[in-house]
């Protein structure tokens, strides 16, 4: 069974940054998509950012200009380099990638920024 695995998180002060990482526990196939999404409490889990396997990006107006996300196709992984963090930015972060055939979740990583 196919595990996605997220890393990085954890608590930092505004203004810090901290790198998420996503990695596939067995190889993909015919992936289209990865993305990070994020759940506060209270609210629905929204995307933060996407990135094809042509390398197009996608943003939540929010994070623009302050996080970076990439991936490596050959190792099916996709990282989220999250800079100039905010409080209002914490939250659970999930990986998702997404496949002509399903979709896949990771479990998910807690990130929390103090003000």
Known sequence: QLHLVESGGGLV????SLRLSCAASRS???????GWYRQAPGKQRELVASITTDGRTNY???V???FTISSDNAEN???LQMNSLKPEDTAVYYCKTVTVYVS???????VTVSS
């Open 28 to 34: 993909i196939g015919r992936i289209t998509v990865m």
């Open 13 to 16: 002060q505004a203004g810090g």
């Open 77 to 79: 992984t996709v990282y």
């Open 104 to 110: 896949y979740w990771g479990q998910g990583t807690q």
């Open 60 to 62: 939540a107006d929010s």
């Open 64 to 66: 623009k200009g302050r």
